[in-house]
């Protein structure tokens, strides 16, 4: 069992930023892939980012590409978010994901999840 805590999650701005964590307990942090993903009200769960194994890989959805990046830490068993320029239509419940098969773009590619933290920004 991998537990996920999230947090970083705010009311902020339009154009502010926003850093989230996601800190992990049990296994072994480092031998699973990394993601965010988001959900908004009445939205299906969407892919944000994601980092393999030694954070050497990344990856994201464009319409985060040179706002958002993500980053781990293996040595503090944490994940990170950096959010840039936020836009009201980032707002949503965002939740951090670890699985061991590749890096995926789809929630059923992880196994395990948080609870979420959430993000909401303002115009």
């Known amino acids: 069992q991998v537990q996920l805590v999230e947090s970083g999650g705010g009311l902020v701005q339009a154009g502010d930023s926003l850093r989230l964590s996601c800190t992990a307990s049990?296994?072994?942090?480092?031998?699973?892939?990394m993601a965010w993903f988001r959900q908004a009200p009445g939205k299906e769960r969407e892919f944000v980012a994601a980092?393999?194994?030694?954070?050497?890989?990344?990856t994201c959805v464009d319409s985060v590409k040179g706002r958002f990046t993500i980053s781990r830490d293996n040595a503090k068993n944490t994940v990170y978010l950096q959010m840039n320029t936020l836009k009201p239509e980032d707002t949503a419940l965002y939740y951090c994901?670890?699985?061991?098969?590749?890096?995926?773009?789809?929630?059923?590619?992880?196994?395990?999840w948080g609870q979420g933290t959430q993000v909401t920004v303002s115009s």
């Open positions: 994901a670890a699985g061991s098969e590749g890096i995926a773009t789809m929630p059923g590619g992880y196994t395990y």
């Open positions: 980092i393999n194994r030694s954070g050497a890989f990344t």
């Open positions: 049990g296994r072994t942090f480092r031998n699973y892939n």
